[in-house]
């Protein structure tokens, strides 16, 4: 990426039609509200933005807002973004420091019963948001961009990136920012059939966690936000 090419322009969604012309976090948080970048806004209670440190040396990267994300309008605030906090306290980083987001802003559902039940957001609709989440990524210049899950990997690093083959590694000049790495959404842990399992997904992702840690400075973050 040359100095004049920014992030944005690398991730040319129909999204980019509703970014604001002044890209800071506020103004963005604001204008994710009024998009229609394609149809998922219509089936959600609201947008859900990234939170976090402007300044935050680590952004955290997921696949969509769950059902408490879309009724809270934060995200990581379900059992995943719990799992997630705990994971990220075990590998010595501390989540108040870091930014969350997500690849899609809106969630994806369908009813099961009472249920409001998760689905997978598809290609073009991932490729529609790119924007937003290349925007933040703008705002926050992270030291370290960890991808939790193929969705945020496959928006991030291109469809063929595969985080069962490349999960854990430190990757470099991608443009995004310094350091790079995927590993599994703690949402997959938590569908782990048998608590040995559960166990086991869980301590890998601590350790993916911990291999970044060392990136981020003392303290993690570079200052107020
Ligand atoms: S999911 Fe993304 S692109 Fe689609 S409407 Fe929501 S914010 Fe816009």
């Known amino acids: 990426m040359d100095s004049v090419t920014t992030l944005v322009d690398l991730y040319r969604g129909n999204a980019l039609a509703f970014l604001p012309a002044t890209r800071d976090l506020g103004r963005l948080r604001e204008a994710v509200q009024g998009c229609q970048g394609c149809d998922l806004y219509r089936d959600a209670a609201q947008a859900v933005f990234g939170e976090g440190k402007r300044t935050a040396r680590l952004v955290l990267v997921g696949e969509q807002p769950g059902d408490r994300e879309d009724l809270s309008g ?5 059992p995943a973004g719990h799992l997630l906090d705990e994971a990220l306290a075990a590998a010595g980083i501390d ?38 989440l290349a925007a933040e990524i703008e705002a926050v ?3 370290v961009l960890v991808c939790l899950g193929a969705t945020a990997a496959q928006a991030l690093l291109g469809r ?13 000049d991608t ?7 995927a590993t599994v959404h703690p949402s997959s842990v938590l569908r782990a059939r048998d608590a040995e399992e559960r166990r086991q997904g869980r301590e890998l992702l601590i350790e993916n966690l911990r291999q970044v840690a060392p990136f981020l400075g003392h303290g993690l973050g570079k200052g107020a936000g």
């Not at 420091?97 to 957001?121: D, E, I, M, S």
């Not at 063929?160 to 470099?172: A, D, H, M, P």
């Open 95 to 132: 989540r108040s420091l870091t930014y969350v987001t997500n690849a899609v802003k809106h969630f994806k559902w369908t009813l099961r019963g009472k249920r409001r039940l998760h689905q997978k957001p598809r290609q073009d609709e991932i490729e529609a948001c790119g924007p937003w």
């Open 175 to 181: 443009g995004l920012a310094p350091i790079v790495m």
């Open 141 to 143: 210049r992270p030291e």
């Open 74 to 78: 934060h995200p990581f605030v379900g």
């Open 160 to 172: 063929s990136f595969r985080v069962t083959q490349r999960r854990g590694e430190l990757i470099r």
